[in-house]
């Protein structure tokens, strides 16, 4: 089969395309077809080591953290899924390899694919789903009558958070260009700011909750807006001592983040606010319900109309890192 590959860790990274035997199963695993795989910036976070404190590959490494497919071969032990089923699948982090004809995914981290979506728009659904997901249920444990303010959220993330917070309870603002206004207050928001024209800091007070979609420029504003007792949640900032604590990783790399994360932290905790950070994880039974969510309120994940296969891998990869996509970049086979 064609996988995509990288052999070390490079900031000038090459990507290359190899021919390798299809893997065999364990017994808790399915074999898939894969029909479309996503290309996110954790794509390139991987490949230059930026995240090999968190989770260190051998390699050859065949990149790839979402996918489509279609099940092949179902191992023994596996329940709830037969040959010929359609799914979507966050990799488990341990075990990528979604740019690739076939893979061996853990049945733990696989869902159906919801009926509204074909294999490339399914394949932009999963990593956004549970990121949305499991920073709203468990990062924040947000309730209902809360509200959450998610600054750059008119883009694929909101697209999911919003539907995912509404089904919650809570009271959901969120910022982003003009253009983008009419669609995410079709998709649940109760106030939309735009930020050409408003400053959210200036407009807001007192928030339960901030899930921030922009990076460490933005953190001073953010906090500002959320009271005392609330949370800050980064996709984007970068990790903290909490985070490496609840990533159960070794005592140094603890410390490590810990100095990483000190200026955050220490800024939050003077207002009386914790600052979380989140790495997505794979999780089969939060997809099912996130399919839920998806079919009944009809999202329709956005994807860049450029047509890319396996063989383009890296000018699929050029577009993530230095272009303005369109939507989720897809790699179909």
Partial sequence: MKAAQITKYSKQFKVEV??????????NEVLVKVKAAAVNHLELLI????????????????LGNELTGII???????????????????????????????AAINADAIANLPLNLDFVTGAAAPLTGLTAYQGLHEELAANAGESVFIPGG??????????IAKSMGLKV???????ARERTM???????????TENYWEQLRDLDYVIDTLGPSEFDHELSIIKAGGRLLSLRTGPNKRFAEAMGLSGWKQKLFAIAGAKYDHKAKKKKIQYHFIFVRSDGEQ???????????GIVPAVDPTEFHIEDINKALILVATGHPKGKVIIQF
Avoid: C, H, W
């Fill in 72 to 102: 092949e071969k179902v191992g023994e032990k596996v329940q709830g899924f037969k040959v010929g089923d359609a799914i979507y699948s966050r990799l488990p982090l341990q075990k990528i390899g979604a740019f690739a004809e076939y």
């Fill in 18 to 27: 190899n021919d390798i035997p299809i893997p065999g199963i364990r017994d």
């Fill in 287 to 297: 997809l099912k319900r996130i399919t839920k969510i998806i079919e009944e309120n």
């Fill in 173 to 179: 603002i969120v910022s982003g260009n003009p253009q």
């Fill in 186 to 196: 079709k998709a649940g928001a109760d106030q939309y700011i735009d930020y050409t």
């Fill in 47 to 62: 490949a230059t080591g930026s995240v090999k404190l968190i989770q260190d590959y051998e390699f050859p490494l065949v």
């Fill in 154 to 163: 008119s883009g694929s993330f909101g697209q999911m958070a919003i539907p």
